[in-house]
């Protein structure tokens, strides 16, 4: 019997500039894996350190967006976003909105009341 699997990549989104090409190291990568065979692509954007261009980036990424899973990790959930939960809740509405697929920890939603997330 044959099993047909899937490989997930995770790949953090840094800002190490403030230029619009700061988004090239995590582009060359996505196109690396996925032309090595990776199925699908973690982009983990609690690497970023600025959230001021954010829509750029979510623009720049948006043609893997059927590739691709947005995270944005807490430090609680062994992530390294520290700013506050509703800046984090405001981030997760976009990605929603910009993506196929978003991973967000259960315990967000189960106990999340006051954010239509």
């Known amino acids: 019997m ?3 699997r899937k490989l997930c990549a995770s790949i953090p989104v840094r800002n190490d500039s403030d230029d619009d090409k700061s988004l090239v190291l995590t582009v060359n990568q996505i196109d690396e894996a996925l032309s090595g065979g990776v199925d699908i692509i973690e982009c983990r954007f609690d690497y970023l350190s600025s959230f001021e261009n954010l829509d ?10 059927d590739k691709c899973i947005y ?3 807490p430090e609680n959930e062994g992530g390294k976003f520290s700013n506050d939960p509703e800046k984090r809740a405001e981030i997760i509405a976009k990605f929603i909105q910009m993506s196929l697929f978003v991973d967000i920890e259960y315990k967000l ?9």
């Open 2 to 4: 044959s099993i047909n």
């Open 56 to 65: 750029l980036y979510l623009e720049i990424l948006s043609r893997y967006q």
């Open 109 to 117: 939603i189960s106990s999340n009341d006051h954010h239509p997330i």
């Open 71 to 73: 995270t944005i990790r």
